[in-house]
């Protein structure tokens, strides 16, 4: 299984970045234990200014073969923490690579949402797309604390 973030967009050193590799280092460390492997981050960039569309054929090179694709997207649904750690288990069970896919500042093509197994909504309103790495982040590393059984995650 690998479980690759494709990413539109350049992140710079900053904030951001740190909690990134934060998150992602201990989702790493807790994943280990139950079979899920250190999350990959993709980031595509189209320089040609093309928008969604030369996007959507960047973003869709670097979707594993047969990956369940994920995207992220505020007209998606709102699954909870510890729905969104059971279909991360699944796609394990089931030795099947994910990947979760943020569009840039125009979002992600119609035609790549309408691929997706799954379309995940932070909330109804946009968020910059550099926090929701940070929040997918921090949603990978819950998710594998939910799985374990440690006390990170609290109802
Ligand atoms: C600046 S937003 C683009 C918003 C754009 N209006 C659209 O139609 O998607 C950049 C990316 O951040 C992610 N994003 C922003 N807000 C989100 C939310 N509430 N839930 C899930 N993903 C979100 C999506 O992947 C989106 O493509």
Known sequence: MRIVVIA???????PEQVLVDDYLDRFAKTGRALGLPAA???E???RKGGGMAAE????GRAI???AAIVVLDERGTQPTSPEFAGRLA???DQARDVALIIGGADG???ELRARADLAISLGRMVWPHML???MLAEQLYRAATILSGSPYHRE
Do not use: E, K, N
Request: aromatic letters at 4%; zero cysteines.
């Open 64 to 66: 594993p073969d047969g």
């Open 8 to 14: 539109v967009g350049r992140l710079r050193a900053g």
């Open 44 to 46: 595509v960039d189209d």
């Open 132 to 134: 929701v790495r940070v």
């Open 56 to 59: 959507a054929v960047l973003i």
């Open 90 to 92: 699944g796609w394990r």
């Open 40 to 42: 990959q981050v993709i």
């Open 108 to 110: 992600i093509a119609p």
